[in-house]
């Protein structure tokens, strides 16, 4: 019976991409069974209407413009319905744009905000969560792995997490996955996600006690990874066949039902790189996968984290 349902789920997803490609809209219908792309990034060149925030400059934004429209030519073809959109560093902490897309295309984007954890943050993640948001992006800078997360405003943010149900979503490398180790053990309620492998591979090796200690990770029940930005890891060609491998010890850890596939738009698509590869490698290459696992990573998991 499991097996059937799980058929009968994945060729309802088959048909809803199929009328999104056949018409570049997507239905409100077929929406919920379209694809989700769990990562991507939207900025506009109006910079009267939404103004750089300090130290970026027009010259900072490559592409110039990655509007919503833009995006939507790349992904409704390839049946990807909905959108979990992260504040893009060119505005810092107003994340204005981001909400304003979100109401405009109301029930398509999700979002994870940028929030300065030094100011009142949890008014700040309360304000983000009426608006939509279900994550908030955090990110080491220059401070050292072991004390970049033991900050007043970053357990403010872990306890606001827990109570809310709120991400806290991780753009780190390898070398920070034990400082996040030690937060999901003092916060185990609070919702974690991990981008972009933790940027394991960027430098073109994906190295065993890299991948070991992301597996390490998935003893927390609540975290979640993102097998994402192929196009910056290991060799950094399509098909992406490469970093199956490190897809299927992510699958072995976390299981389908914590793992979410996105594409870091805009940045999938330029330099050579196009939106089709990354979405086929789990729907064509990843052939150890059931439908069931495709429903998990391509659905189900971004819709039970951002769209709740």
Known sequence: MTQQMSRRSFNKTSAAIAATAATGTVNAKDADAGWIDAHVHVWTKDLDAYPLGENYSREDMQPPNFPP???????????????????MSYYR????????????????????????E???????????????CRGFRIRPGDVSPDKWL???????????GAREGLAM????????????DAMCR???????????FARIGVDGQIRKEDVDNLCKIAKHKNATVKLSAYYALGKKAAPYTDLIPMIRRCLDAYGPERCMWASDGPFQVVGGHEYAPSIKLITEHADFLSDSDRQW????????????
Request: charged residues 25%.
């Open 69 to 87: 429209e833009e995006l939507f030519s790349h992904c409704k073809p390839v049946g990807v319905s909905r959108i979990v959109l992260i504040q």
């Open 93 to 116: 902490f107003d994340n204005s744009y981001m909400t304003d897309m979100m109401a405009r295309h109301k029930g398509v984007f999700g979002g994870v905000a940028v929030i300065d």
């Open 118 to 132: 030094n100011d009142s943050p949890r008014k700040a993640m309360m304000k983000m969560k009426r608006l939509g």
């Open 150 to 160: 033991d900050t007043p405003g970053m357990h403010e943010m872990w306890r606001t």
């Open 169 to 180: 979503c991780h753009l780190i490398d390898a070398k920070h996955l034990d400082s996040v």
């Open 186 to 196: 003092k916060y185990p309620d609070t919702p974690v996600v991990i981008d972009h």
């Open 297 to 308: 990573i391509l659905r189900k998991t971004a819709e039970r984290v951002f769209f709740n």
